[in-house]
């Protein structure tokens, strides 16, 4: 048998992801010597912070993959933290220089998901509509930027989530494939949030800067209904983003959500189009058609009114995963079909 050497083990580390970071624990200088002697490798790591959550299952993941070297029989694990210095060296080469990363000119796709009241299920679609694009194996990121009525963490399973916190950098909480992020994670259970104009504002740019999403396919945001500060500013940061409003069948609601899209508008974003959320059930018909007709784009979607929906909504399990025959589910694959078929081109955008 080959003796081993210092170099396979590394190969070997390289292979070990940090889970929040979701990169190699070698690109991100936490492994610091390697040394193989009489078939003991013995591995210097370091953790980003004291108390690191992920701890366990990165020291786990460096046993096994050391201890499958061929030749290794044994690990000599010395396992510590990073200093300040190291740590902030970590989190700027992280961040790279960007103050907005996902502005004007990322890579990123950035999709905002509107409503033009509350109750219309605008929260479910999105937790639902990045879990579908997460399982096609994109990587996705949800801003819950419903400041008030915050319900993603619940509607995906990861109500008690908490982020980590590397220096000033805030790694998300992971939900069925999705790197999340809400206020509901920074405050204690029913405590509501009463904040004006200012402190919105400054909380929706940290949600962009300080939280380390890594490199996003999509980065969707589930907005507050109606046309208020949180709507504005993100239209100011990110005139970038694309916007689907969600409306119900009622024909009521169509003016109503048509507000929502215009005042995307106004910030230079561009609606992709309307999804009709709880069809065929007791909220009538024709919103989703005549929201699409006011704003001159397709409905994307028709999600029929699904009691599957509601229970994985109340059980933190995605109905397009926990129950993907549902009628529901398969609207909302179609939903993603729609979206990632997409090009992005002037449609729905205002010109002037």
Known sequence: ???????????????????????????????????????????????????????????????????????????????????????EALVTR??????????????????????GKGGVGKSTVTAELAVELASRGLAVGLVDADVF????????????????????????????????????????????VSWRGPLLHRTMQQFL??????????????LPPGTGDVAITLGQLLPNAEVIVVTTPQAAAAGVAERSGLVAR??????????????????????GDEVARRLEVPVLARIPLSPAVTAGGDSGAPTVLADPADAAAAALRGLADAVTARGRGLAGRSLL
């Open 1 to 87: 048998m080959t003796s081993p050497s210092a170099e396979r083990v590394r190969a070997a580390l390289a292979r070990v992801q940090d889970p929040e970071i979701r990169k190699p624990i070698t690109e991100l200088d936490m492994v610091r010597g390697v040394e193989v002697t009489d078939a003991v490798a013995r591995v210097e790591l370091r953790l980003t912070i004291v108390g690191c959550p992920a701890a366990d299952r990165i020291e786990s993941d460096v046993r096994e993959a050391v201890l499958a070297v061929p030749g290794v029989e044994a690990i000599d694990l010395d396992l510590g933290v990073m200093t300040p210095a190291e740590r």
């Open 94 to 115: 992280l961040r790279g220089v960007r103050s907005m990363p996902f502005g004007p000119g990322t890579l990123t796709r950035v999709i905002a998901v509107s409503s």
């Open 149 to 192: 009525g915050f319900s993603i963490p619940g509607i995906l399973g990861i109500a008690d989530a908490k982020p980590t916190q590397v220096g000033d950098m805030i790694l998300p909480p992971v939900a069925h494939g999705v790197k999340v992020i809400s206020i509901g994670m920074f405050v204690e259970d029913r405590t509501p």
């Open 209 to 222: 800067t300080d939280v380390y999403f890594g490199d996003l396919d999509v980065l969707l945001l589930d």
């Open 266 to 287: 106004q910030t230079g974003q561009t609606v992709i189009g309307v999804v009709e959320n709880m069809t065929g059930g007791v909220f009538g018909s024709g919103g």
